[in-house]
């Protein structure tokens, strides 16, 4: 059974900067495509940043510049580091990934969230 972690979340004045960390365990083969994801009230849930087993990134456009997602692949780790927060950032942090012992049959797992506050 897999478990996923979620920590790093909190409350930071405009400017700041947090560091979210999601580390997945019970894993069997391989995590492929690792990512982070938000969601507001009110809104839909949206992605925030991926990034590939071979490390290939894409970020919303809302964040590039501003947040770095990277991944210890042998600690089933993706975390997203972000500068520069802006009110617009308060949402809900989101981990998911697909896992499995082959692509074809990959599976999905989500983290629990973290909360996220931009607030002077």
């Known amino acids: 059974q897999v478990q996923v972690v979620e920590s790093g979340g909190g409350l930071v004045q405009p400017g700041g900067s947090l560091r979210l960390s999601c580390a997945a365990s019970?894993?069997?083969?391989?995590?492929?495509?690792m990512g982070w994801y938000r969601q507001a009230p009110g809104k839909a849930r949206e992605l925030v940043a991926a990034i590939t087993s071979g490390g290939s990134t894409n970020y919303a456009d809302s964040v590039k510049g501003r947040f770095t997602i990277s991944r210890d692949n042998a600690a089933y780790t993706v975390y997203l580091q972000m500068n520069s927060l802006k009110g617009e950032d308060t949402a809900g942090y989101y981990c998911?990934?697909?896992?499995?012992?082959?692509?074809?049959?990959?599976?999905?797992?989500w983290g629990q969230g973290t909360q996220v506050t931009v607030s002077s």
């Open positions: 019970g894993i069997i083969g391989s995590i492929y495509t």
């Open positions: 998911g990934g697909e896992w499995g012992r082959f692509y074809y049959s990959r599976k999905e797992y």
